[in-house]
């Protein structure tokens, strides 16, 4: 029987929220800090690993994530851009991997079966990247196999992984979703209810 890819999650969580005015990994969804949050959906999907990247605000949000099973990794050069996240995240894993998946901290519509999708359409296919969309929309998260890892490392600035995406247009894999998904959590009044 041949054994399932070893798909590593990579949760960004280093940023300053400076729109959002406070560390919003602290601010709460559903009763759980939004990190807490995206966390536990992460751990309810069959990935291997999750590592957690902290940055701005480490003092703050590292406590939310007291007890789980997952590796912190720090930048100090969070203003660097995400791509400095990216970077540290894959240095901070620590089994072989056969894929990372990227999570944003602020996207709590991501679940758990969303993330299960991602890992499956990779172990069916293979493919280089799968990515999101909603009609002509694309967004987060996003899986990259690992002969994609040194692209990713030298990424630099705050697009992530655009650049690396723009280059394989033709090795992506697209999983349908719905819009919301993408939503994110900039300013507090994203907070405000919405059908999920």
Same mark, same amino acid.
């Given at each position: ?20 005015? =406070?560390?919003? &990994? ?7 800090p939004l990190l807490r ?24 949000? =590292?406590?939310? @994530? ?16 995400? =791509?400095? =996240? ?65 692209? @990713? ?12 995406? &723009? ?5 992506? &894999? ?23």
């Amino acid at each position: 029987m041949i054994s399932p890819p070893r798909v590593v999650a990579i949760i960004l969580a280093a940023g300053e929220a400076r729109r959002f005015g =406070s560390p919003k &990994q602290r601010v709460l969804w559903r009763g759980e800090p939004l990190l807490r949050h995206v966390v536990l959906q992460t751990l309810a999907a069959p990935v291997q690993e999750i590592v957690v990247v902290l940055g701005a605000h480490v003092r703050l949000v =590292s406590p939310l @994530l007291h007890g789980l099973p997952v590796t912190l990794a720090i930048t100090h050069k969070w203003p660097q851009g995400m =791509s400095e =996240s990216v970077r540290i995240g894959l240095r901070a894993i620590r089994g072989e991997a056969d894929a990372a998946l990227f999570l944003l901290a602020d996207q709590p519509g991501v679940t758990a079966s969303l993330i299960e999708r991602f890992v499956h359409t990779f172990a069916t296919t293979g493919a280089a990247i799968v990515a999101p969309r909603a009609g002509k929309r694309r967004g987060n998260p996003v899986l990259f196999r690992k002969n994609l890892f040194s692209e @990713l490392m030298n990424v630099r600035g705050d697009e992530g992984g655009r650049r690396v995406i &723009q280059h394989h247009q033709s090795q992506i &894999q697209w999983i349908e979703v719905e819009e919301h998904i993408f939503d994110d959590i900039d300013k507090p009044n994203d907070l405000m209810p919405r059908e999920m």
